[in-house]
C-alpha cells in the first residue's frame, strides 16, 4: 500500500522534485567552483565561507519551497475527488494520513539525500583548505529536518476540517488586527500578541528552529 | 556780470566738490561708527549667548541631578542614582563589586576611589496616539520611565556610559556596570596595552558559546597570520597579536598572497582606499580584486598608507588572552600590569600572569583548539523541537476530515 502511496504522490510531484534534485546540486557547485575567490589554487577562506554562508539561505529556501509543493501535492489528488477515493480504501482513515505523510517525508529525503550527495561530491573534488571541513551528511539530515517541518504543517493544514482552518485563520486574523489597532491607538504600548507569536515561533526550540541556525556544507 | 558768472560758478563747482568730499569722509565715518556699534553689538550678543549656553547646561545638570537622591555604596563603588531605582541599583553594584573583585582583587578599591557611577532615569515626553480624523500625533505622556541610563566618572574624565530600557533587570545592570568598571581600569594601564586592548580590560565572564565562536572567526580570519595561529603554530599567534612589536612589513607578516586581493578591497578606511584607487588606473584595479594578479596587489598594498593595516588579531581574541593572563596572574595581577615598565605588550602580559608570555600563549591556544565547534550536526534539542512539532501537525492531520 505504501508503495501506491509513494508512487502516485511521487508522479504527481516528480518534475518539482527532480527540480529540487539539480537545484541540490547546483548551489555547492556554484558555491566551490567560484574562481573570483580562488588564487593559485587556493581558497581565499573568508570569500569562501561567506559563499557558505549565502548558499544555506538558499538551502533554507529550497527546503521550504520543496516541502511546500510536496505537501500541497500530498492531498491534490484526494481533494479533486472529494476524498470519495480515499475513503472507499479498505484502510482506518489515520493509516491513510499516516502513509500520505510517510510517502511525503520519503519524497523530501530523497531531495536530501541529493543534498548530500552532491554536496559531499563538490566538497571531495574542491581544493578545500586545511582549516574547512565538509559535512554533507550533517547538512542533508538538517535539510531533511528541516523540510519536514514545515511540510507537516501545510500537510495538517490541508487534511484539517476546512471550517476549522477558516475558524483559526480568521480568529487569528482578528486577533492580530485589534492588537495592532489598539497598539495604534495607545491603549498598549506595542502589539502583543504579534510579539509574542513572533517569540515563540522563532524562540530557539521553536517549530521554526531549524531555519534559525546556519545549514553549512562547509565549516571550520 | 559777464566776468562774475564764471567766478561764481567756479566756486559753486569747488563747494560742490568739498560738500560731496565731506559727504563722503562723513559718510565713511559714520559707516565706520556703525560698523563698530554693530560689531560691538555682535560681541556682546555673542558673549550673552555663551554665558547663557553655560547657564543652560549648568541648570541642565542641575535638573538632571534634582532626582539623584539615594547614595548607593557596595564595596568601593559608589553610585548615585534616584530613589526608585535605589534597590536594583544597590543590588546590582554590589554583583558588580564582587565581579571586579574577583578579577581585580586589591586593585578594586584603588579603583573605587576614582569611579563614580550615576544611573539616571528618563521619561519619554509624549506617546503616539492615532485618531481617525487626524491621523498619528504626540501627546504627552504619562510621564512612566521609558529608558535609564548609566554613566561613570573617572577621575572627572566621563567613560561611555550605556542606556537601557526600563524596567532593568539586576543582572544587566551588573553586566553593563563592570563594563564601565572595564573601561575604567584600561584608563589607569600603561598606553601601550591600552590601545592594544582598545581602552577595555574584560572582566566579564564569556558569554555562552563564545570559544567555539571565536574559533571559527578566527579559522575564518582575512590575515593568514591569524589561521595559523588557529592551526597551532605559535610563531604566528605571537605575530598576529603583535605581542612583541607590530612588524615593519606588516602585509608581508600577516597576509599570505592569496589574501592580498581582498586586502586591497577592504584595508584601511575609505579615505586611505580613495588615494590608492586615484593612482591605480581602473583595469589595473580590476586586475587585483577580480583577476587576482598578485603583482598588481602588492603595487596596490604599497600605495596604502601603513596604519592601514591594523593589528589582525580581532579584539575579542585579545580581550580572551588577556583575561587568560589575569586568570593566570591571581589577585595582583591587574596591579602588575598597571604598574609594568615593559615596552612590549607579550612582555607586560607576561608580567601580569608571572609566567612566560608563551606559556599563557599555548594555553590560550588549547583554550581555543580544544574548542573548535564539532560537526554541525543537529543539536538533540533541535531534533527534539522538530520532531515534537511534526508529531502535532500529524496528530492534528489524523484526526482532520477534509471532506466535511
Redesign the interface.
Same mark, same amino acid.
Request: proline letters at 12%; aromatic letters at 14%; charged letters at 20%.
Given at each position: 500500500m505504501f508503495r501506491a502511496v509513494l508512487y502516485t504522490q511521487w508522479k504527481s510531484s516528480r518534475p518539482v522534485l527532480l527540480l529540487a534534485m539539480l537545484v541540490a546540486g547546483y548551489i555547492p557547485v556554484q558555491t566551490l567552483r567560484s574562481m573570483p575567490y580562488k588564487s593559485a589554487d587556493t581558497y581565499h577562506i573568508p570569500s569562501l565561507y561567506y559563499g557558505i554562508t549565502t548558499a544555506s539561505t538558499y538551502y533554507q529556501l529550497l527546503a521550504l519551497a520543496t516541502a511546500a509543493v510536496v505537501a500541497i501535492a500530498s492531498w491534490q489528488a484526494d481533494a479533486a475527488r472529494q476524498h470519495v477515493y480515499a475513503l472507499s480504501l479498505p484502510l482506518p482513515r489515520w493509516r491513510f494520513v499516516l502513509l500520505r505523510f510517510g510517502a511525503g517525508a520519503a519524497l523530501l529525503g530523497t531531495v536530501a539525500a541529493a543534498v548530500g550527495l552532491f554536496g559531499g561530491v563538490a566538497a571531495a573534488l574542491a581544493p578545500l583548505p586545511p582549516m574547512l571541513h565538509a559535512y554533507p551528511v550533517g547538512l542533508a539530515i538538517r535539510f531533511w529536518l528541516g523540510a519536514l517541518v514545515p511540510f507537516a504543517l501545510i500537510f495538517a493544514l490541508l487534511a484539517s476540517n476546512p471550517r476549522i482552518v477558516r475558524i483559526l485563520v480568521t480568529a487569528g486574523v482578528t486577533l492580530v488586527a485589534v492588537d495592532m489597532m489598539l497598539a495604534a491607538v495607545g491603549v498598549i504600548e506595542s502589539p502583543v500578541i504579534m510579539t509574542w507569536m513572533a517569540e515563540a515561533i522563532y524562540a530557539s526550540n521553536g517549530p521554526l528552529a531549524a531555519f534559525l541556525s546556519k545549514w553549512m556544507l562547509v565549516d571550520v | 556780470m559777464s566776468d562774475r558768472r564764471p567766478l561764481v560758478s567756479r566756486f559753486a563747482v569747488v563747494a560742490r566738490a568739498f560738500m560731496a568730499c565731506a559727504l563722503v569722509v562723513c559718510a565713511g565715518a559714520l559707516q565706520a561708527q556703525q560698523d563698530a556699534a554693530l560689531i560691538a553689538r555682535r560681541d556682546s550678543l555673542r558673549a550673552r549667548a555663551e554665558a547663557l549656553r553655560v547657564e543652560v547646561a549648568r541648570l541642565e545638570a542641575i535638573e538632571r541631578d534634582s532626582g539623584l537622591a539615594a547614595d548607593v555604596r557596595a564595596g568601593g563603588l559608589h553610585l548615585r542614582t534616584t530613589d526608585t531605582l535605589r534597590a536594583v541599583a544597590a543590588a546590582a553594584l554590589a554583583d558588580a563589586d564582587a565581579d571586579a573583585r574577583r578579577m581585580l582583587g586589591a586593585e578594586a578599591d584603588l579603583l573605587a576611589n576614582h569611579l563614580q557611577f550615576t544611573l539616571r532615569e528618563h521619561r519619554a515626553p509624549y506617546?503616539?496616539?492615532?485618531?481617525r480624523s487626524g491621523g498619528?500625533s504626540a501627546?504627552e505622556a504619562d510621564g512612566r520611565i521609558s529608558r535609564v541610563s548609566l554613566e561613570g566618572t573617572l577621575d572627572d574624565r566621563d567613560l561611555l556610559g550605556v542606556s537601557l530600557d526600563y524596567p532593568v533587570d539586576r543582572a544587566e545592570l551588573a553586566s553593563n556596570a563592570l563594563m564601565i568598571v572595564e573601561r575604567a581600569i584600561a584608563h589607569r594601564l600603561p598606553a601601550s596595552i591600552a590601545a592594544w586592548l582598545n581602552y577595555r580590560v574584560p572582566l566579564r565572564p564569556d558569554p555562552p558559546g563564545f570559544w567555539p565562536e571565536l574559533?571559527?572567526t578566527l579559522?575564518?580570519?582575512?590575515a593568514a597570520a591569524v589561521?595559523r595561529c588557529?592551526?597551532g603554530d605559535r610563531t604566528s599567534c605571537r605575530t598576529a597579536f603583535a605581542l612583541d612589536s607590530v612588524p615593519v612589513d606588516r602585509v608581508a607578516a600577516w597576509y599570505?598572497? %592569496?589574501?592580498? $586581493?581582498?586586502l586591497a578591497r577592504n584595508a584601511g578606511d575609505p579615505l586611505q582606499r580613495s588615494g590608492m584607487y586615484r593612482s591605480v588606473a581602473r583595469d589595473e584595479q580590476d586586475d587585483c580584486t577580480?583577476r587576482?594578479h598578485?603583482d598588481t596587489c602588492r603595487r596596490m598594498l604599497a600605495l596604502l598608507p601603513v596604519e592601514a593595516f591594523r593589528i589582525p588579531m580581532p579584539e575579542t581574541a585579545r580581550g580572551s588572552l588577556t583575561r587568560l593572563a589575569l586568570e593566570m596572574g591571581g589577585a595582583r595581577a591587574v596591579e602588575r600590569l598597571r604598574t609594568s615598565t615593559d615596552t612590549s605588550v607579550g612582555q607586560q602580559l607576561a608580567g601580569a600572569a608571572g609566567a612566560p608570555v608563551d606559556s599563557v600563549l599555548d594555553r590560550w591556544m588549547q583554550r581555543v583548539i580544544a574548542a573548535?565547534?564539532s %560537526?554541525?550536526? $543537529?543539536s538533540a534539542?533541535?531534533?527534539?523541537?522538530?520532531l515534537a512539532?511534526?508529531a502535532v501537525?500529524?496528530t492534528?492531520?489524523?484526526?482532520?476530515?477534509?471532506?466535511?
Open positions: - | 506617546r503616539w496616539t492615532y485618531s498619528p501627546v574559533y571559527r579559522a575564518t580570519a582575512d589561521r588557529v592551526a599570505d598572497a %592569496s589574501d592580498y $586581493p581582498a577580480v587576482n598578485l573548535r565547534p %560537526s554541525p550536526l $543537529p534539542g533541535f531534533v527534539l523541537a522538530s512539532c511534526i501537525c500529524v492534528w492531520a489524523v484526526r482532520g476530515q477534509p471532506w466535511k
